[in-house]
């Protein structure tokens, strides 16, 4: 995968890479993994702070450059791998995780480490418009699946925006930095699987300018007024769309279509 796949964009603002870090929050011999060190702007802070760092960096180029720069740094352990690919129980645990994630693949990383029980807090750099989908309350426009996942599993909160100029290419879109703090346990009622959980909110927000009903009906084959009759027995409106239900609402209609 080539950095132009990955859409990178790395940060050169030092001012921004020490906030970042701070809000870290980690400290000497504290566990951190960096997702993506690019060009190590962020690795150098963190191994002065005196972390047990591991960065997992995809492209060959930049982990040769980072692996001659850092070649006397003994609490680092630099990894050769698309994250996407790697298995998360060979990274040290527990963690806190970093990362100046590429827009192209910030959502889909985020995806793959929210189930992990490695991580305890995350401070993670997106395209501004994918961080205010990651926070996003019930009833606003940003709300839907990715909003689901990381409420599932996390509390998020806004730090800071990020200009385009605080990186080389500067993108044409704003950043923002958010924060995560993992919960003990995934914040899914007893005898709700994380599988039924999430077939049942990703087939409401399938047809998105469509009634919840409609949408889970078409998606998973059901009769709409099944669906219908569901969403009233958990106190919601027959023509609610996706984005008015709330976890705990969608958490209740899972259970209710899969009795």
């Known amino acids: 995968m080539t950095r132009a796949r990955l859409d990178q964009h790395f940060l050169v603002d030092p001012s921004v890479a020490d906030r970042i870090v701070r809000e870290v929050g980690a400290k000497a011999g504290d566990t951190v993994v960096e997702i993506g060190p690019g060009r190590g702007i962020l690795t150098e802070r963190l191994v002065e702070a005196g972390v047990r760092l591991t960065?997992?960096?995809?492209?060959?180029?930049?982990?040769?450059?980072?692996?001659?720069?850092?070649?006397?740094?003994?609490?680092?352990?630099?990894?050769?791998?698309?994250?996407?690919?790697?298995?998360?129980?060979?990274?040290?645990?527990?963690?806190?995780?970093?990362?100046?994630?590429?827009?192209?693949?910030?959502?889909?990383?985020?995806q793959k480490f929210l189930p992990w029980e490695g991580w305890t807090e995350a401070v993670l750099m997106f395209q501004k418009e994918v961080a205010d989908r990651v926070q996003a309350p019930a009833g606003s426009r940003d709300y839907g699946v990715l909003s689901l996942s990381v409420a599932v599993y996390a509390d998020a909160g806004p730090l800071f925006d990020v200009g385009r100029f605080a990186f080389r290419p500067p993108p044409q879109v704003q950043s923002a930095v958010v924060k995560l703090i993992r919960r003990d346990k995934p914040r899914l009622p007893p005898g709700l699987s994380e599988k039924a959980f999430f077939r049942v909110v990703k087939a409401a927000f399938a047809q998105r300018r469509k009634m919840a009903a409609n949408s889970i009906a078409a998606s998973?084959?059901?009769?709409?007024?099944?669906?219908?009759?569901?969403?009233?027995?958990?106190?919601?409106?027959?023509?609610?769309?996706?984005?008015?239900?709330?976890?705990?609402?969608?958490?209740?209609?899972?259970?209710?279509?899969?009795?």
């Open 220 to 259: 998973l084959g059901l009769e709409r007024e099944d669906v219908a009759k569901a969403l009233e027995a958990c106190g919601l409106h027959a023509s609610a769309r996706g984005e008015t239900i709330d976890l705990d609402g969608f958490c209740r209609l899972a259970l209710a279509l899969k009795a």
């Open 55 to 110: 960065a997992v960096e995809i492209d060959e180029n930049l982990h040769a450059i980072l692996a001659g720069r850092f070649a006397e740094t003994p609490n680092l352990a630099l990894v050769r791998s698309d994250f996407l690919e790697l298995d998360l129980s060979t990274l040290p645990k527990p963690a806190r995780i970093v990362s100046n994630l590429p827009y192209s693949m910030g959502t889909t990383i985020l």
